[in-house]
């Protein structure tokens, strides 16, 4: 993790110290934050239903919970072969509220992650779930859970990768802060390391700091 990222952890465990200090301490010490790997990125090849529009048109802001998701698919290399993640963030506060790995890319991948973010949503209200063009996101079995849940399907534009950046920066952070940082001998090995740096830093991090606001929120009023 970088300064920026170290002084916001420090300051949820109850830590004082000033983002200069956590800067030059690291400095000191030879630490420092790993830089985002540059990567072509491929167009999908998947081809989007007819019924299906870009809803976001790259608008990344909401207001509420369970309002608006982004998801997509991404690799680890292990010892054993490929680990393929995909993950749902709920843009609100960028929370991943549903997540899933395995040795193959497919669409149950895809329909295993979903049905848990669809686990935890609070009640049926409809809910704008955008991803990439792939396959996986095309396939009639996900469109149609997709449907009986009450999920509005976006996909990105042919060639615009950027429409889904929120999920990609996600997987960006995992990879600076954790993957990257890591020799994955099997499969196991990878699977929980995700589910640590999922489960027990990046949303319990979320949560304080949506705990804390609205803490703050009821003292105001």
């Known amino acids: 993790m970088g300064a920026g990222r170290m002084h916001e952890t420090f300051g949820y465990e109850g830590e004082t110290a000033s983002l200069n200090s956590i800067a030059r301490l690291m400095a000191v010490d030879g630490l420092a934050g790993l830089p985002q790997r540059r990567r072509w990125w491929h167009k999908s090849t998947g081809t989007r239903p007819a019924h299906v529009r870009n809803q976001l048109a790259r608008d990344f802001t909401a207001n509420e919970p369970?309002?608006?998701?982004?998801?997509?698919?991404?690799?680890?290399?292990?010892?054993?072969?490929?680990?393929?993640?995909?993950?749902?963030?709920?843009?609100y506060a960028g929370k991943v509220v549903g997540w899933s790995t395995s040795p193959v890319q497919d669409r149950h991948l895809v329909l295993r992650t979903v049905m848990m973010a669809c686990w935890q949503r609070p009640d049926r209200s409809e809910v704008i779930l955008h991803?990439?063009?792939?396959t996986q996101f095309t396939s009639v079995e996900y469109q149609q859970f997709l449907k009986?849940?009450?999920?509005i399907?976006?996909?990105?534009?042919?060639g615009h990768c950027g429409d889904n950046a929120a999920a990609k920066g996600f997987f960006g952070k995992l990879k600076r802060e954790r993957v990257h940082r890591r020799r994955y001998?099997?499969?196991a090995e990878a699977r929980s390391d995700v589910f640590d740096y999922i489960e027990r830093l990046q949303n319990p991090i979320i949560q304080r700091r949506l705990d804390a606001r609205d803490?703050?929120?009821r003292l105001l009023t």
Do not use: P
């Open 215 to 217: 803490q703050a929120f």
């Open 66 to 91: 369970n309002t608006k998701w982004v998801a997509d698919i991404t690799y680890l290399r292990t010892g054993e072969g490929w680990l393929y993640l995909c993950a749902v963030v709920d843009l």
């Open 185 to 187: 001998l099997t499969l």
């Open 148 to 151: 009986d849940h009450r999920i």
């Open 153 to 158: 399907s976006s996909m990105s534009d042919v």
């Open 131 to 134: 991803s990439a063009r792939g």
